[in-house]
């Protein structure tokens, strides 16, 4: 039976971010010039993290997805999907990518037991990418969602944050192109999360304006009725096609949240919004027993009672989370180190 914390969310989605590096600078996750980044020796290696999963199945955990940074930028990633596929209380490994690696690296991460793949893709335009993101690898991107596809992943997914002003005309077309090369999107609304620091609330599209501009294109959309504690809530539309809104910002749904976050040094956040973590890469080195360890995260895991979005939505006066002068003092408050 998994763990449940103080509003009986049990302990069941782990995050596992496996670097802090990243091979794109999106406006909403690292709009700024420069980055303290980990120390290189604090980097948990694959054994350290396959140790500390074997821990968290044993309290619940059976899903895992590995996030960064860009996880694609870890070297022999497979090697660590390899360790964990073998893992028999693991029901699903996933990973979210921006992408760009992805065309020359999905096959070897699905040889190796890797089951889904979102892919982070915000617009259809190269000119438009180049701007989000300061790097010229669109067509990179869309190799690497078309050769996913083409593989036998259980699932490909398209994660699309939509900002104000940005990419708001781009629904359809994004759309579109999931549809086309059978992948599903999901629209996420801006988060004001720890790095986002242009975020302000009037760029925020709501679920509500989403539904809105695709149902004057599309026509009727239907809720898909399904138990889930996945934070997208699924549409269809009347041609059967489905997709999904992240309504983190204005309908959170921290009620059901399962998720929590391993940074690539082995802090552990109960909460994206978590001012602090719980340190597992301490303990891990200096030599804890599994038992010891279990305790350390059956403990915190049972005093849980983290509802982050839902009290950023309660807020009157919200603006960016984290001000940039605090993110260079603790960069474990970066969503890039955190994993999104
Ligand atoms: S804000 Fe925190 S508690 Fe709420 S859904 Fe996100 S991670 Fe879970």
């Not at 969602?145 to 005309?169: H, P, Q, S, Y």
């Not at 391993?262 to 552990?268: H, I, K």
Request: proline share 5%; with cysteine.
């Amino acid at each position: 039976m998994p763990v449940p914390d103080t509003w009986g969310r049990p302990l069941r989605n782990l995050r596992l971010s496996v670097t802090d590096r990243c091979n794109l600078r999106c406006q909403y996750c690292m709009p700024e010039r420069d980055y303290v980044w980990l120390p290189r020796s604090d980097i948990l290696d694959f054994e350290e993290i396959s140790s500390l999963v074997d821990v968290f199945a044993d309290l619940g955990v059976d899903r895992v997805r590995l996030t960064g940074g860009e996880p694609l930028v870890r070297r022999d990633l497979p090697e660590l999907v390899r360790l964990l596929a073998q893992k028999p209380l693991l029901k699903d490994i996933a990973l979210t990518t921006n992408g760009v690696l992805l065309a020359e690296r999905a096959a070897a991460l699905e040889r190796a037991g890797l089951k889904r793949v979102t892919v982070s893709l915000d617009t259809m335009r190269p000119d438009r990418f180049q701007a989000l993101t300061r790097f010229d690898d669109h067509a990179r991107v869309l190799a690497g969602i078309e050769e996913a596809t083409r593989l036998g992943f259980t699932a490909v997914k398209i994660d699309a944050v939509i900002i104000r002003g940005v990419n708001d005309d781009e629904l359809v077309p994004l759309l579109e192109y999931g549809r086309r090369v059978g992948a599903e999107v999901r629209f996420i609304e801006y988060m004001d999360v720890g790095g986002a620091t242009r975020w302000s609330r009037d760029k925020v599209v709501s679920r509500a304006e989403m539904l809105g501009a695709l149902a004057r294109r599309y026509g009727p959309i239907h809720p898909v009725v399904e138990e889930s504690s996945a934070p997208a809530e699924r549409f269809r539309l009347a041609d059967g096609t489905t997709f999904g809104i992240i309504a983190s910002t204005t309908a959170p749904f921290c009620r059901s949240c399962d998720r929590s976050r391993l940074t690539a040094d082995g802090l552990w956040y109960l909460c994206l919004y978590a001012a602090r973590g719980t340190d597992l890469r301490g303990p891990l080195r200096a030599g804890a027993s599994r038992q010891e360890l279990r305790e350390l995260i059956e403990g915190t895991w049972s005093r849980r009672a983290d509802r982050g979005a839902e009290e950023r939505l309660a807020l009157r006066d919200r603006s960016a989370l984290v001000p940039v002068t605090t993110l260079r003092r603790d960069p474990h408050l970066e969503m890039h180190t955190r994993g999104g």
